[in-house]
């Protein structure tokens, strides 16, 4: 990799950077296709397109007491997977039951105020596969819905010749209520729409790859989704006491998921900066999938840049708004400070980006495409819908009845200034 100086960045580059493209325009007239068909055939169309896009003649589409049985099969091998498995989906559970929120109800002079909390009834998670195999995605995807307390958490994942048992074992092991074997777009719609096996979820969630994202942008409305995604992205803020072996690990770890992923280092320090680059190219090298890596960090959304000052970085890592930020810096604790913009955070050299991936607990399904300057990623409360709870006595709504009765009238509402009225006749 080439190290690049922040401030002589074309706009050509910036906007490479910081306007990163999913690739869901491209694909949208088809994903539209997939959907209206899953919509009106249901499992008809569910079958051919996983014999059509995944090569697989599905039979059951059902495949709950198949996640059942891995599970089962790999505990009585003691097979030391379904132990990370389970260590994992009890650090995760733990911090996401931690996000609970809690009723409440207090007085305010005669108003009895609240808010209560109440699950969703039934979510859709989507698990991914195809070149990869993403247990992990599947604890961070139902252990939260099951921990907010939602009634009924279906999985699709990809068909397969034979789906990676791992897979099946996590998504049991997380607590889904029903497995089935139906990938991409059309997986998005059926569990947005349902169909003859699919039972429809209130909410989709879950990450994918771009025919993913644009299913879920056109079910969005007549089902809620967690957010659009898009390749996974990482940003190192760094500085001079930064190992460059370890920023260079991070980068080329989140290279590794997709040929366009972004990964980015930004520091003040030349010396670093040029370290790093090196040391990014000798890591990449002979890797299992060193094709997908090098196409992440040839693509034009990555690179290791030079800044001029530390807080020249920290307003390219508040511009940049990244999926994963990790700061690997001196004072970590105040560069935090004066970020944002994030989904979630990495803080010193002894947090890889890998352990939010997997077993420290925080949830891995985040926004990316700077999505993280408007929303933050899959929690609780992604599962959850609040309600205000009021009850007023008489001297409150007499102390307020002025200030309703003159609103109402200046919106032209006399029935509602009437109902106020009519409780002191």
């Known amino acids: 990799m080439d190290v690049r100086t922040v401030a002589d960045l074309s706009p050509a580059e910036r906007r490479a950077l910081f306007e990163r493209d999913a690739g869901v325009d491209a694909v949208r007239d088809d994903v539209r296709e997939i959907v209206d068909r899953v919509r009106t055939e249901g499992d008809v169309a569910l079958r051919e397109f996983s014999e059509e896009f995944d090569g697989v003649t599905v039979g059951n589409i059902d495949i709950t007491d198949d996640a059942e049985r891995a599970h089962a099969e790999l505990d009585d091998a003691d097979d030391p997977v379904l132990d990370a498995v389970h260590d994992a989906a009890a650090n995760i559970r733990e911090f996401h039951e931690r996000q609970r929120p809690e009723d409440w109800r207090d007085d305010f002079g005669g108003r009895e105020l609240g808010r209560r909390f109440r699950p969703l009834d039934r979510a859709g998670v989507y698990v991914p596969g195809g070149a990869a195999a993403y247990p992990s995605s599947a604890l961070m995807g139902v252990i939260p819905a099951t921990v907010a307390g939602v009634d009924h958490v279906s999985v699709a994942t990809p068909p397969a010749e034979e789906i990676n048992p791992v897979t099946l074992a996590a998504i049991h092991e997380a607590g889904a209520d029903a497995v089935y074997q139906v990938g991409g777009a059309q997986a998005i719609a059926a569990l947005a729409y349902g169909t003859e096996t699919v039972t429809n979820a209130q909410k989709v969630v879950g990450p994918g790859n771009k025919w993913v994202t644009a299913a879920k942008a056109i079910v969005q409305g007549d089902v809620e989704i967690d957010f659009l995604a898009g390749p996974s992205e990482v940003l ?190």
């Not at 670093?272 to 040839?298: C, F, H, K, P, Y």
């Not at 007499?398 to 109902?419: K, N, P, Q, R, V």
């Open 236 to 425: 190192v803020l760094a500085d001079g006491t930064a190992d460059p072996d370890l920023v260079a690990a991070d980068l080329v770890a989140q290279a590794e998921h997709d040929p366009n992923a972004s990964v980015v280092a930004v520091t003040p320090d030349a010396d670093l900066a040029a370290a790093v680059a090196e040391s990014v190219d000798e890591q990449a090298a002979g890797r299992d999938r060193d094709e997908t890596i090098r196409a992440a960090l040839d693509n034009e959304a990555s690179g290791v840049l030079h800044s001029r000052s530390m807080p020249e970085a920290v307003l390219f890592a508040e511009e940049y708004a990244a999926e994963h930020l990790s700061i690997v810096a001196d004072d970590d604790e105040a560069l935090l400070a004066r970020i944002s913009n994030a989904g979630s955070v990495f803080l010193g050299p002894y947090s890889p980006v890998a352990a939010g991936d997997y077993a420290a607990g925080t949830n891995h399904v985040l926004p990316t495409n700077g999505g993280a300057k408007r929303y933050g990623g899959l929690s609780v409360d992604t599962f959850l819908r609040s309600s205000t709870v009021q009850r007023l006595d008489r001297d409150a709504l007499a102390d307020l009845s002025d200030t309703i009765t003159t609103l109402a009238g200046a919106e032209g509402l006399e029935a509602h200034a009437e109902s106020v009225r009519k409780r002191f006749e």
